[in-house]
């Protein structure tokens, strides 16, 4: 967040030298945290206004930790104020609300499909931005690439990557037996391989999230690339290999106001969840974008939208380009 220096907020600080400034600003944020998760625990607050185009965005700060996720007592309490939310916006007129990172899992509240089956006349669209996320891991995927390892909890992002891979052809190797069940009843159908051999690494890139573990990585082939579908990043534990981002891409340069820069990504690169909402209002889609299911054809369409509004996609690691 921008606190009284614009300079602090424009870089990851875990990205900035001196090495001793990361330390000595640790106290301050968990002061300031602890400060807005219990004073200000009752509501969200705008805490970042942008510019782009004909819209204004405003970006909302739910005062809560990341272990309050984890924790299921903690789940109505934040579904209440994600609820408050998006009634306050709609009763504003706001077009699109975009329900961002952690405020869209399925276990929380089914990918936003609670607020939507709770009040059936919003006039606000709720985007979870699992189909913009989707589309920009299918594109993040080398366009050589005939094979590909995937391994982490399967997600609704995760479902949709991996159909569209397999309808361009790609052939997907799971590990896990429930995980090939599951996918086959979502109709991924050809392309699909369920390997009984627990040692089969050996494509070179992987498709990984949340759920993956540190000996699964060490058995990749040296050079692999792992591309991330997740809303956090893989621990990196591999110098020999390549790491892509998590979903993002760059933002327009004509858009304002960009100040921050979001978790660990770059100054004006932003999460893929939050530029679903973006292109659903720009391109002024009239249908909710959130809930259990996902429009698996729609991807490229989505894709080319983000494109033709001016935001790019992350270059790939040099070896892989």
Same mark, same amino acid.
Not at 103 to 108: D, M, Y
Not at 199 to 211: A, I, Q
Not at 238 to 245: E, L, N, P, T
């Given at each position: ?14 990205n ?6 990361t ?8 002061l300031?945290?602890?400060v ?17 185009r004909?819209l204004?965005?405003h970006?909302?700060?739910l005062?809560?930790f990341?272990?309050?996720?984890k924790?299921?007592?903690?789940h109505?309490s ?10 306050e916006a ?5 077009k699109?609300?975009s ?12 990918y ?17 931005g699992? !189909?913009?996320?989707a589309?920009? %891991?299918?594109?993040? $995927?080398? #366009? =050589?690439t005939?094979e590909i390892v995937?391994? @982490?909890?399967l ?6 990557v ?7 052809g790609?052939?997907?190797?799971l590990?896990?037996k ?7 009843k979502s109709?991924?159908?050809?392309n699909?391989?369920?390997s ?5 690494? !050996?494509?070179?890139?992987w498709? %990984?999230?949340?759920? $993956?573990e #540190? =000996? ?5 082939k040296? @050079?692999?690339?792992?591309?991330p ?6 621990k990196?534990l ?6 892509h ?10 858009a ?8 660990w ?6 999460s ?6 973006? %292109?659903h209002?720009l391109?002024g889609w =009239?249908?909710h ?10 991807l ?11 935001f790019?996609?992350l270059i ?6």
């Amino acid at each position: 967040m921008r606190l009284g220096f614009p300079s602090l907020s424009s870089f990851p600080l875990w990205n900035r030298s001196p090495w001793y400034l990361t330390c000595f600003m640790w106290p301050f944020t968990l002061l300031c945290s602890f400060v807005l998760t219990s004073a200000l625990s009752s509501r969200t607050l705008v805490f970042e206004r942008n510019r782009l185009r004909h819209l204004t965005l405003h970006s909302h700060l739910l005062p809560k930790f990341s272990f309050h996720y984890k924790s299921q007592r903690r789940h109505e309490s934040i579904n209440n104020l994600i609820e408050g939310a998006i009634l306050e916006a709609d009763a504003k007129g706001v077009k699109v609300m975009s329900l961002g990172l952690m405020n869209n899992r399925a276990e929380l509240n089914g990918y936003g499909e609670m607020y939507v089956q709770k009040y059936p006349k919003l006039k606000i669209r709720l985007v979870d931005g699992s !189909s913009m996320a989707a589309a920009v %891991v299918v594109n993040n $995927i080398p #366009k =050589e690439t005939t094979e590909i390892v995937f391994r @982490g909890n399967l997600t609704k992002v995760a479902s949709a990557v991996v159909f569209a891979l397999c309808q361009k052809g790609v052939k997907v190797v799971l590990l896990r037996k429930e995980e090939h069940i599951k996918l086959i009843k979502s109709g991924v159908v050809k392309n699909l391989v369920l390997s009984t051999n627990k040692s089969y690494y !050996s494509p070179t890139v992987w498709l %990984v999230g949340d759920g $993956i573990e #540190k =000996e699964e990585q060490m058995k990749a082939k040296e @050079g692999t690339l792992f591309v991330p579908f997740s809303h956090f990043p893989p621990k990196k534990l591999r110098k020999d290999c390549f790491y892509h981002s998590t979903p993002a891409m760059r933002v327009p340069k004509s858009a304002q106001n960009i100040d921050s820069c979001e978790n660990w990504l770059g100054r004006r690169v932003m999460s893929a969840w939050k530029i679903g909402g973006i %292109v659903h209002a720009l391109e002024g889609w =009239e249908e909710h974008d959130c809930g259990n299911t996902c429009n698996f054809f729609r991807l490229h369409t989505i894709w080319e939208a983000a494109l033709r509004h001016g935001f790019q996609p992350l270059i790939l690691p040099p070896s892989h380009q």
